[in-house]
């Protein structure tokens, strides 16, 4: 089996190339020589020659915007310095990055932002202290003695789970817009006002928490200072960690734990596993799970309920079967489906995302089985994304009879509070997740990049179909159509025949036969941006309207770019995150979800009427009625 009319359909967006010309320029910076294409930015020549020229409003994955001033530099023949990040070379120039009219004119840029910064009087106690852009812009300019210390303009904004807004911080570098605008597609924020009274808002000022955020954290992580910066649960945590009456466990998603060594300076693509496992124990928690566990729960819960509504669809002739089915794991995308396609909540998935079920399954079966009353477990969640801790406090995840998980905290926290407490994670000895959800399985791994929820779901479902092993179909089981950091791509996988309906879901489905020959079609859309195009091609009748099944997730790169993880990012660090990932999973000897013992056992022990049954539809879907007709 191969799959046909493999499509890449949109790129993932930042920044097109500066170079759209084979034309040939000569030029000169700092008396050095270079040729370089017609379109070429004067920043990115330098960059070739291997001069530095400071800014701080450019990014990697967005357009530049010239907001900053930071990177003038003298072009000859000009009157007036020129922003090197958007000065774009069409002849012959020479440019000079070091005379005296550049350093004045950028000591001048940078002690206004200061000015604007009422942050900077006090460093070591700011959410991006050691790792601000703008403090790390000081050296160039910043001249304490002509600033005068001023009280906070605005009031910090609390509202959101996710994110805190302190826009005395901000220094109008316009990042964040241009994030949530361009790259993200959402438009939360915006700028407004002109001259001395320019500022970032909200559409009509209102609190982050009560507009059309996402939570998604993608300004966060390209905002340079912490104007925007997550809502830090930490003291919280530790709070419950010294409370004898508690049982605090913690489970980690594999995201996180591909990124979190760039927070201790080693290069991206270093996964720390089970060193983490070590540190979270020096820090206090009781258990220490793996969310690979219920990544694979997921793929059962999820995969059952896609081939039930291709069997009401197909077999009984539902009309009110609704495709495609979308993923529902990434809760910045749920909530952007629910702010601008509301119409389409119908065809999401009722599964919850990984981290809602092993927050349920936590409260309910491991605390029988740990004879530990429910309301005394705290369930804290290692993510890459902000975006989980708006998720676990949604009124509606409380399956367990409590909330189902209590705390989530990000990358970058967690990194943070090792720091604080003299944890050197990338030097501990490594140890094991904790039992009874100790054992995972490659396909829990590769949820953290983008396309791995469906890779993981077509390798259950191909195995289920036919009866026959995935590496038939596909070298070692890796189905690569999945993989990549394009936008949108979309694959057609023909299932060659149909196998006896295995055991677990005989009491879902009668037979596999209505499926031999079929073609599975599948889509995968990262960033909000690429899933809007994405909706807006079903909503025309386009051609993903007839699509069965499509990935969503709110982030560049998926849970690997979320906006918990460590800053900086860039397309070439998330490529490294996501190798690290697609290793990891190559590493486990079982490397398919539904043959994870631990699941095999959840399923024999507790949730014994099987995947999108009664209890498995209480405890591990949501109750949107359209959808959860497909469970019992």
């Known amino acids: 089996?191969?799959?046909?009319?493999?499509?890449?359909?949109?790129?993932?967006?930042?920044?097109?190339?500066?170079?759209?010309?084979?034309?040939?320029?000569?030029?000169?910076?700092?008396?050095?020589?270079?040729?370089?294409?017609?379109?070429?930015?004067?920043?990115?020549?330098?960059?070739?020659?291997?001069?530095?020229?400071?800014?701080?409003?450019?990014?990697?994955?967005?357009?530049?915007?010239?907001?900053?001033?930071?990177?003038?530099?003298?072009?000859?023949?000009?009157?007036?310095?020129?922003?090197?990040?958007?000065?774009?070379?069409?002849?012959?120039?020479?440019?000079?990055?070091?005379?005296?009219?550049?350093?004045?004119?950028?000591?001048?840029?940078?002690?206004?932002?200061?000015?604007?910064?009422?942050?900077?009087?006090?460093?070591?106690?700011?959410?991006?202290?050691?790792?601000?852009?703008?403090?790390?812009?000081?050296?160039?300019?910043?001249?304490?003695?002509?600033?005068?210390?001023?009280?906070?303009?605005?009031?910090?904004?609390?509202?959101?789970?996710?994110?805190?807004?302190?826009?005395?911080?901000?220094?109008?570098?316009?990042?964040?817009?241009?994030?949530?605008?361009?790259?993200?597609?959402?438009?939360?924020?915006?700028?407004?006002?002109?001259?001395?009274?320019t500022r970032i808002t909200t559409f009509m000022d209102m609190p982050l928490g009560e507009s059309v955020c996402i939570n998604c954290g993608q300004c966060v992580d390209r905002c340079p200072t912490a104007a925007l910066h997550t809502n830090d649960s930490s003291e919280d945590i530790l709070a419950a960690i010294a409370d004898p009456r508690k049982h605090v466990v913690i489970q980690t998603a594999p995201a996180p734990r591909a990124a979190i060594a760039e927070c201790f300076d080693i290069e991206p693509g270093t996964a720390l596993t089970f060193e983490l496992n070590t540190a979270l124990r020096q820090v206090g928690f009781d258990k220490v799970f793996d969310t690979n566990f219920s990544a694979d729960l997921t793929i059962l819960e999820e995969g059952t309920e896609l081939l039930s509504r291709l069997y009401h669809a197909l077999v009984l002739k539902d009309d009110q079967a609704v495709f495609p089915q979308f993923t529902s794991c990434s809760p910045g995308w749920v909530k952007f489906l629910e702010h601008f396609y509301p119409e389409y909540i119908p065809n999401m998935s009722s599964a919850k995302s990984p981290q809602q079920m092993f927050g349920a399954i936590i409260k309910t079966h491991y605390a029988k089985l740990a004879g530990i009353d429910p309301k005394d477990i705290v369930t804290v969640a290692l993510m890459p994304c902000t975006a989980k801790k708006f998720e676990c406090n949604r009124p509606e995840m409380d399956s367990s009879g409590f909330q189902d998980v209590d705390y989530a905290m990000t990358t970058v926290e967690m990194a943070d509070l090792f720091k604080r407490q003299g944890i050197d994670l990338p030097n501990l000895e490594k140890s094991d997740f904790d039992d009874p959800f100790g054992s995972a399985t490659g396909s829990g791994v590769i949820f953290g990049a983008t396309g791995g929820v469906m890779e993981s779901a077509l390798r259950t479902v191909i195995e289920l179909v036919t009866g026959d092993p995935v590496e038939n179909y596909f070298s070692h089981a890796d189905i690569q159509p999945m993989r990549g950091m394009e936008g949108v791509r979309t694959a057609e996988i023909t299932l060659p025949k149909a196998g006896p309906v295995p055991e677990l879901l005989q009491g879902v489905l009668p037979s596999f036969d209505w499926l031999a020959g079929a073609t599975l079609k599948v889509a995968i859309a990262h960033g909000t941006a690429n899933a809007r195009k994405v909706l807006e091609n079903i909503k025309a009748g386009g051609e993903l309207a007839s699509y069965h099944f499509i990935e969503f997730m709110a982030c560049p790169g998926g849970c690997l770019g979320g906006g918990g993880q460590p800053i900086p990012t860039s397309a070439d660090i998330r490529a490294a995150r996501a190798k690290a990932i697609y290793a990891e999973d190559h590493a486990y000897s079982v490397r398919k979800s539904h043959e994870n013992p631990a699941i095999i056992q959840l399923y024999n022990d507790f949730l014994t009427d099987g995947p999108c049954g009664h209890l498995s539809h209480q405890l591990l879907h949501t109750t949107y009625t359209a959808r959860s007709k497909y469970t019992n």
């Not at 499509?7 to 097109?16: D, L, V």
């Open 1 to 197: 089996m191969n799959p046909t009319n493999t499509t890449i359909m949109e790129s993932t967006g930042g920044n097109t190339p500066d170079c759209q010309s084979q034309t040939l320029i000569d030029i000169v910076i700092d008396n050095q020589p270079l040729r370089v294409p017609q379109g070429t930015t004067i920043h990115a020549a330098a960059e070739q020659l291997g001069i530095f020229i400071p800014s701080l409003c450019s990014h990697p994955d967005l357009e530049h915007n010239s907001a900053c001033r930071v990177c003038v530099v003298e072009v000859e023949g000009m009157p007036q310095l020129q922003t090197s990040c958007d000065f774009h070379i069409t002849e012959p120039i020479r440019v000079r990055t070091n005379t005296l009219k550049v350093i004045r004119a950028r000591e001048n840029v940078i002690d206004l932002l200061f000015s604007k910064h009422c942050g900077y009087w006090d460093f070591n106690n700011c959410a991006r202290s050691g790792n601000c852009e703008l403090q790390a812009l000081a050296k160039y300019g910043y001249s304490p003695l002509h600033l005068d210390k001023k009280e906070n303009e605005f009031e910090v904004d609390h509202s959101s789970y996710s994110i805190v807004r302190d826009m005395n911080k901000c220094i109008l570098c316009r990042r964040c817009v241009q994030v949530c605008q361009e790259m993200q597609g959402i438009g939360c924020l915006e700028v407004s006002g002109h001259g001395e009274s």
